[in-house]
């Protein structure tokens, strides 16, 4: 089955610094690439995602990026804020055609600091 | 608010009894996935049902087992709980229909289940 990989495990910024949250995978047949933000205590919550058919996506401070051949992609979060500081999920849609699960990263836990 | 709804929110029993966790998708949602979450495994996929029907199944234990009912919530069942299985459930439904991959999915808050 799938397998992802995510580093660091924990990741310290200062406010305003940019933070990249790296994730590699094993299923080449995997099509999609969610990352969810969750605080503690609370709900995964999706914030990004990409498509194999896409090999760079933005939405205001956060872009995810995803290179097909090496089986990796990134999140990229620019102009930190302490409200950033959460725990990060990446995550892989599974290859097979038994279903669609998600296999996740073990998560980055993502403290700013101001 | 994502839409997705469970119940309880917590949840504490004891060794060897056995509980029910609910889960009631978004509007339109045919897809349901079940989760569970601990401290040292992370997020795994436990099972999902699409249209009342089983789809797939991750790292289930034979212990466990879950049902889509035809108004479309789920149910998750646990049973001889170990101090093992005390961790945080989640469920998270998506559109995802047969031939559509690559659906987001959306998670419910989540029932908390403490086993003492």
């Known amino acids: 089955g799938e397998n992802v990989e995510q580093h660091p495990s924990t990741l310290s910024v200062q406010e305003g610094d940019s933070a990249v949250i790296k994730c590699t995978y094993s299923?080449?047949?995997?099509?999609?690439f969610p990352w969810y933000k969750q605080e503690l205590g609370k709900r995964p919550q999706l914030i990004i995602d990409?498509?194999?058919?896409?090999g760079e996506k933005k939405d205001q401070r956060i872009a995810v990026t995803l290179n097909k051949t090496a089986k990796h992609f990134s999140l990229h979060i620019t102009e930190t804020q302490p409200e950033d500081s959460a725990v990060y999920f990446c995550?892989?849609?599974?290859?097979?055609?038994?279903?669609?699960?998600?296999?996740f990263g073990k998560g980055t836990s993502l403290l700013v600091t101001p | 608010d994502s839409g997705v709804t469970q119940t309880p929110k917590h949840l504490i029993t004891a060794t060897g009894q056995r509980v029910t966790l609910r889960c009631s998708p978004r509007?339109?949602?045919?897809?349901v996935y079940w989760y569970q979450q601990s401290l040292d495994q992370g997020l795994q996929f436990l099972i999902q049902?699409?249209?009342?029907?089983?789809?797939a199944k991750g790292n289930i234990l034979e212990r466990f087992s879950a049902q889509q009912f035809p108004d479309l919530h789920s149910e998750l069942n646990l049973s001889s709980l170990e101090l093992g299985d005390s961790a945080l459930y989640f469920c998270?439904?998506?559109?995802?229909?047969?031939?559509?991959?690559?659906?987001?999915?959306?998670f419910g808050p989540g029932t908390r289940l403490t086993v003492l």
């Open positions: 998270a439904s998506s559109p995802s229909s047969p031939g559509t991959r690559g659906n987001e999915q959306f």
């Open positions: 299923d080449s047949a995997s099509n999609y």
């Open positions: 990409i498509r194999s058919n896409v």
């Open positions: 995550a892989a849609h599974e290859g097979s055609n038994s279903g669609y699960a998600l296999n």
């Open positions: 509007s339109g949602d045919l897809s």
């Open positions: 049902y699409y249209n009342g029907e089983e789809r």
